[in-house]
């Protein structure tokens, strides 16, 4: 375990070697498991007050979800996620060339709006858990991941590396240099 300022993380952050392969998951992250994916608080009100530019990009399916139940649901923890539709994908997945994207990085990516998606999304295969006075950082290894794995492994890129932008936007470029700085004496 390692702690940086208040956090603690899990050693796999600097051992697993990870980078996505889009082309031989086709983004399933996004479209299996048993809940949508985790919201912090502020999320919730960001995808609200932006939820029209959003829908564009949207599957009809995702905004007949949207439009009955609302733009979040809550999982088994009561935490807050993203809706599902048909208890399968996110209710902001779209599909091109039949690989899971989201309808909230696209609306980013348009410029649509200045909020690029949930940092769960940003931040996966790491999850976060917040506790009473820390944020633990927690790899989630999932079968659906290992073509990032293999190619990780492949080419060398450590977990922590590949997730420098996410890790940056959550915690900050002064955290990230001492994450790097504990992996560098390892």
Not at 16 to 36: E, H, N, P, S, Y
């Amino acid at each position: 375990m390692i702690i940086i300022d208040d956090t603690l993380i899990s050693d796999n952050l600097l051992d697993v070697k990870f980078c996505c392969d889009l082309a031989a998951c086709q983004g399933t992250c996004c479209v299996q498991g048993d809940a949508g994916a985790p919201l912090e608080d502020h999320e919730f009100y960001i995808i609200e007050d932006n939820i029209e530019e959003i829908k564009p990009y949207m599957r009809e399916e995702g905004k007949a979800v949207i439009e009955n139940q609302g733009i979040f649901d809550y999982d088994a923890e009561g935490q807050l996620v993203t809706p599902l539709v048909n208890d399968k994908e996110c209710a902001y997945v779209y599909f091109e060339n039949s690989i899971a994207l989201c309808a909230i990085e696209k609306a980013y990516n348009e410029k649509k709006i200045d909020f690029q998606k949930p940092i769960s999304c940003h931040l996966y295969p790491i999850r976060l858990k917040h506790l009473t006075d820390k944020t633990a950082l927690n790899y989630h290894q999932w079968m659906v991941c290992k073509p990032a794995r293999t190619k990780g492994t492949d080419i060398g890129l450590p977990l922590y590396k590949f997730l420098k932008v996410p890790l940056i936007r959550m915690f900050g470029e002064k955290w990230y240099k001492k994450l790097e700085a504990i992996a560098k004496e390892r």
